[in-house]
C-alpha cells in the first residue's frame, strides 16, 4: 500500500463511540501518526465534539505536531487549524436562517409522519449547529447501546433521508451516525472537506487515505469514497485501532 500523507478519520463510530471520548490507544495512535503524517478528522458533530472527544484527550503535544491536525466538524463545512496556540477557523460555511428554517420543519413534521418521532428522548432531537442541522432521533444524549439497536438495517433512516430530501432539494441531506440525519448547504460535505485539504495542504487526493463507518452508499463518508480517495471501512474505534497498528507499522 502506497504510504499516505494525510490520513483523515471520521469520528463517532470509527475514533471513538458516538458522543463519547476516544480511548487512550487512539490518542497514543494519533499522536504518532502526527508526527509521520497530517492528521485530518472529517465528522457531522460540532465543534465543542472535537475539542472535547478528541483536542483534550490527546494529552501533552507540540504545537507545532498540532499544526498538522485538520478539523473539519460539521461534515467539512466548517474548518479548523492549529495556529501555534489553539485551533481557529479557516472557513465556516453556515445556513442562512430561511435554510435552518426550512430544515427543522421539515425533519420534525417528516419524522412525526413516518413515525419516528420519539416521545421521551434523552436531550434535543433536533440541533442547530450553525453550518448544519442534525436530526438525533433519540436525542443528543441517548446511550450508545440504545442508539445502536434503534435501527440496525439503516431503513429509518433512509426513509427519514429521502422524505426531508424531498422537502428541501436545495439542502444536502445525508444519513449521519447510527440514528442521524445531517442537512447542509448543497455541495458541502465531506468531499467538500476533502477538496478544501487539498488546496490547503498541497496533498493531493491520491496520497490520502480516509476510515469511516458510513461509506455506503447514502451515508455520509460515502462522498469521500466518490471522491476517488482510498478508503478503509471500520467498524467501531477497536477495528480502527487495529489498522492503525497495521498502518504506523508501514511507515
Not at 419524522?111 to 436525542?139: C, K, M, V, Y
Not at 445531517?182 to 493531493?204: W, Y
Request: proline share 5%.
Amino acid at each position: 500500500m502506497t504510504i499516505p500523507r494525510l490520513v483523515a478519520f471520521d469520528l463517532d463510530d470509527t475514533l471513538s463511540p458516538s458522543k463519547s471520548a476516544i480511548d487512550p490507544r487512539i490518542a497514543a495512535q494519533l499522536r504518532a501518526l502526527l508526527r509521520v503524517a497530517d492528521v485530518a478528522i472529517i465528522s457531522g458533530g460540532n465543534e465543542a465534539q472535537f475539542r472535547s472527544q478528541v483536542i483534550a484527550r490527546l494529552g501533552d503535544v507540540e504545537p507545532a505536531l498540532l499544526e498538522r491536525m485538520h478539523l473539519l466538524p460539521t461534515c467539512g463545512t466548517r474548518y479548523l487549524r492549529h495556529d501555534g496556540t489553539d485551533f481557529t477557523p479557516v472557513y465556516a460555511h453556515d445556513l442562512s436562517g430561511k435554510e435552518k428554517t426550512a430544515a427543522l420543519t421539515a425533519l420534525r413534521e417528516e419524522a412525526e409522519r413516518l413515525g419516528l418521532w420519539e416521545p421521551a428522548p434523552w436531550g434535543e432531537i433536533l440541533e442547530d449547529r450553525g453550518s448544519q442541522i442534525t436530526f438525533s432521533a433519540l436525542g443528543q444524549k441517548a446511550p450508545g447501546e440504545a442508539k445502536l439497536a434503534w435501527d440496525p438495517s439503516g431503513s429509518k433512516r433512509i426513509a427519514l433521508r429521502d422524505a426531508v430530501a424531498a422537502r428541501v432539494p436545495d439542502l444536502e441531506v445525508r444519513a449521519g451516525g447510527s440514528t442521524s440525519i445531517d442537512i447542509t448547504r448543497a455541495g458541502i460535505d465531506k468531499a467538500f472537506g476533502m477538496t478544501a485539504l487539498v488546496e490547503h495542504t498541497g496533498v493531493p487526493l491520491s496520497d490520502m487515505l480516509f476510515y469511516g463507518d458510513r461509506l455506503d452508499d447514502g451515508g455520509n463518508d460515502y462522498p469521500v469514497l466518490a471522491l476517488g480517495v482510498r478508503c478503509i471501512a471500520v467498524e467501531g474505534w477497536e477495528d480502527t485501532a487495529a489498522r492503525l497498528d497495521e498502518l504506523l507499522a508501514s511507515f
